[in-house]
Each structure stands twice: as structure tokens, then as C-alpha cells.
């Protein structure tokens, strides 16, 4: 979560009309803040999308525990219940 605070901080101050770039160069305050809000947009959905989906383990790394198995069935290596006392009861391949 700090790691994606910090990329947004990141990105809107580099957005920001005249730290990096205007955009336009010659418009008003009010046509240039528009531009930028509108690519600092595009720039969280692409951020949001693509790179945070990446980072997802850095975050928040795995702790996915599979719950335990009724009474009466065992866990298969695959990670499925099955009945214990099914004659056929062979884990799924």
C-alpha cells in the first residue's frame, strides 16, 4: 500500500502544470490543468491496470491457506477435498 501512495504521489506531482511539462504550452491556466487532468486519468487507469497488478506482491505477499477439509474427507495434493471412505475416492489429476 506505501509502495502505491508513493507512485501516485509520484505521478501527480510530476503532472502538475510546469514541473515537467505544459501541455499546451501556450494555453490558458484552465485549458493546461484540463490537459493534465485528463493525462494524470489516463496515467492512474494505465497504473491501475498494468503496473500495480504487478507489484501486488510486494505489498501484500501471499498468505493463502486452504481451509481444512470437512470430517470425513482428505485433502488432495491439488488442494481439493474428496470423501475419505469413497472407494474410488482418487485425487482429481
Do not use: W
Request: hydrophobic share 50%.
Amino acid at each position: 500500500m506505501i509502495l502505491r501512495t508513493i507512485l501516485k504521489v509520484a505521478l501527480f506531482f510530476a503532472l502538475v502544470p510546469g514541473i515537467l511539462v505544459k501541455i499546451p504550452s501556450h494555453g490558458s491556466r484552465v485549458q493546461q490543468a484540463a490537459v493534465h487532468a485528463a493525462v494524470f486519468a489516463v496515467a492512474i487507469y494505465l497504473m491501475h491496470a498494468y503496473l500495480f497488478p504487478m507489484i501486488e506482491g510486494f505489498d501484500n505477499p501471499s498468505t493463502k491457506v486452504d481451509p481444512p477439509c470437512p470430517e470425513g474427507y482428505k485433502r488432495c495434493p491439488s488442494g481439493d477435498c474428496v470423501l475419505a471412505a469413497d472407494v474410488h475416492g482418487a485425487c482429481p489429476a
